[in-house]
């Protein structure tokens, strides 16, 4: 007698595939390996699938020897065929969600999936999207594809949504240990759905939709863009009154209650904080709903990189020199500390602005050792630069723009003339503060 998905779930014999093997897909492929299901990773990116076959990582904080390992025992089977969709059980989407240059949601990479799972989709098979999107996305753009074929969602096949909250690079969870948002299309999708986070995951909360888990996913980045925009504000004011921000933050956290801190930064990078609010402002905009906090927090957080670079010019000013001609090290092109992310960081216009207006510019980056050609800008002749004393006695200013952790700031600060500081990196630097000017 063949098994229900629900048997195959309690006796962990189901399958589980995950589409879309980045910065998402990785870490939940451990998390169900570890929970001990048989794995599939599917991915359109040959290159990606020809390293993990290898037991080679292409994310930082992914062990190579755990890949090599998981493959080896046959416990997670990399592929780029998608017909073999259909061997899995259980379909975990985890595929980008950018926006187009007209700052719309481009849910191309989302329906490309859900047409190459709707090609081989058999009764009994539970598909859940994990990308973050807007509310509406699973029951408007994926179920009319899913179910062209004349499988009944809820019946034969089931589909639910679950925002992922991964944190890349944070030692304090991992996919885990994140409690998981599930909402489903129907009563039995959400059960299904329910059931098998909970074999790998440390808590499972279920809502009444698909509406509300995509809702919970962008209020929670909205609220860190607002209050991310909110102390960036803070910062230039708190600037001009003399005020160290980053000084009234920690006094500001010491409040056990009604006060969670946000540390303002030279703008925002990542695939998520920059992007997802303007997924809802795109509903809102066609329910006629304005959308003010999302529109004035993007204008204050994309304003900051142009904040950063006045305050370069003055800190150059106060030595005698333009900024025409002098010589810049951006330290950190990862989005955020301890990263090997670069996508949307702020650091790259930093460096176009700086190149713009004549500077010569440079980087430093521990965990990008070489720059690739990206949609919006080129740096791809750049490679880190080690930080010797003699190359940073040789420049104008470094701009710290990332708050790496293995830098040496008191050597930074001992051997550069001028350090700009957008992270309050060198709070602990004890020697040569003069020459250390936040930002
Ligand atoms: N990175 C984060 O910290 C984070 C955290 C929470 C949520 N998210 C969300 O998760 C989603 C994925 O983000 P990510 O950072 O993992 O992206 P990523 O670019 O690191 O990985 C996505 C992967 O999907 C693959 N892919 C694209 N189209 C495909 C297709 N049709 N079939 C199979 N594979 C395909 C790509 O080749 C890539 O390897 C996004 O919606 C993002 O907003 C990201």
């Known amino acids: ?114 047409r190459f799972v709707a090609e081989t989709l058999r009764p009994g098979q539970l598909v859940v999207l994990e990308s973050t999107t807007y509310p509406g996305t699973t029951r408007d753009v994926m179920l009319p594809i899913l179910a062209a074929g004349g499988l009944a969602v809820g019946r034969d096949f089931f589909l639910a949504y679950s925002p992922e909250r991964e944190d890349p690079g944070n030692p304090d969870f991992s996919a885990e240990g994140i409690p998981k948002v599930v909402g489903g299309i129907d009563p039995a999708s959400l059960r299904l759905a329910e059931m098998i986070y909970k074999q790998a995951v440390v808590r499972v909360i279920p809502v009444s939709s698909c509406e509300v888990a995509e809702a919970c996913k962008i209020l929670e980045n909205t609220y860190r863009s607002v209050n991310i925009a909110m102390v960036n504000e803070m910062k230039i004011l708190f600037d001009r009154l003399g005020i160290d921000v980053w000084e009234v933050i920690d006094a500001a956290k010491t409040k056990p209650f009604g006060y969670q801190a946000f540390y303002p930064g030279p703008g925002l990078g990542g695939h998520c904080i920059p992007i997802d609010p303007f997924y809802l402002s795109w509903v809102a905009r066609k329910y006629g709903v304005p959308t003010r906090f999302i529109e004035l927090a993007g204008e204050i957080n994309t304003s900051m990189p ?13 030595h005698g020199k333009p900024l025409q001609g002098s010589k810049i090290c951006v330290l950190g092109v990862a989005y955020k500390k301890d990263v090997d992310d670069d996508r949307e960081s702020p650091s790259f216009l930093l460096m176009q602005l700086l190149g713009e207006a004549g500077a010569v510019v440079s980087y430093h980056d521990p965990h990008i050792p070489a720059l690739k050609k990206l949609r919006h800008y080129d740096f791809s002749q750049l490679a880190s630069q080690e930080l010797t004393a003699e190359f940073l006695a040789g420049l104008d200013c470094v701009l710290v723009a990332t708050d790496h952790s293995t830098v040496d700031y008191d050597f930074v600060v001992q051997h550069a003339p001028l350090v700009v500081d957008t992270r309050n990196a060198t709070r602990e630097v004890a020697e040569g503060r003069e020459k250390i000017r936040k930002a």
């Not at 589409?19 to 599917?42: D, E």
């Open 1 to 114: 007698m063949t098994k229900t998905l629900e048997q195959k779930i309690t006796d962990k014999s189901a399958v589980i595939g995950i589409i879309g093997l980045g910065y998402v897909g990785l870490p939940l492929v451990r998390a169900f390996v570890a929970a001990g299901f048989r794995t599939m990773g599917f991915d359109v990116d040959a290159t990606k699938i020809e390293k993990l076959l290898a037991g080679r990582s292409y994310i930082e904080h992914i062990a190579s020897e755990w890949i090599a390992e998981c493959v080896g025992q046959k416990k997670f089977e990399p592929t780029a065929d998608m017909r073999r969709l259909a061997e899995a059980d259980v379909l975990l989407i985890c595929v980008p969600t950018p926006l187009s240059d007209s700052r719309d949601p481009d849910l191309c990479y989302v329906e490309a999936t859900t």
């Open 306 to 318: 142009h904040y950063v670079i006045r305050r370069v010019i003055d800190a150059l000013n106060e």
